[in-house]
């Protein structure tokens, strides 16, 4: 009956927006957070990969580290792209550079493919399709992908649950 409905909204799924970790609602200010915001602006003001490149091996990863060089920039990127498919297409045609540098192995582009997974953790469709066009343009090689995949940590997300993946 729909004096009941409203229990049956914890069986919806998660509304399916991206989670960007930066976004400043925990109100809480961090490094990365400033990172963050440093890196948009420099985005916004259409400041070439080159730049950006050598704004991240200045000033990044000399105080941060590359894991955190990679969680900053891959969340930033992929928050400027979320609006849509052709923000994300942009996104990656003009700084695809800077994730190449970044994710220069195997190891690396495994801490990409996190990232992604968390940005869009709501939205199998659009972490495969993140997935898909960043192969495209040779960010992420197959056997990154593969060993994610089936690394013990998806275990539960992709092969024991009845999450929907291609």
């Not at 729909?2 to 919806?12: C, K, Q, V």
């Not at 400033?34 to 003001?45: D, I, N, P």
């Not at 994610?148 to 649950?161: D, R, Y």
Request: negative net charge; contains cysteine.
């Amino acid at each position: 009956s729909i004096e009941n409905a409203p229990g049956l909204e914890e069986l919806l799924p998660p509304v399916g927006g991206p989670l960007f970790k930066y976004s400043g609602d925990d109100k809480e200010s961090t490094a990365e957070l400033a990172l963050s915001a440093e890196l948009k602006s420099m985005v916004k003001g259409r400041k070439t990969a080159r730049e950006l490149i050598s704004w991240i091996e200045e000033h990044v990863i000399p105080t941060c580290g590359p894991k955190v060089a990679i969680e900053v920039v891959v969340q930033t990127l992929l928050d400027i792209g979320a609006k849509s498919f052709t923000h994300l297409i942009t996104v990656l045609e003009r700084y695809g550079q800077v994730i190449a540098r970044l994710a220069a192995d195997q190891d690396q582009q495994i801490l990409l493919i996190e990232e992604i997974s968390a940005f869009w953790k709501n939205s199998a469709q659009m972490t495969s399709i993140t997935i898909d066009r960043m192969m495209g343009y040779r960010l992420l090689s197959n056997l990154a992908i593969v060993t994610w995949v089936f690394s013990p940590a998806n275990i539960q997300q992709f092969h024991t649950s009845d999450r929907p993946w291609e």
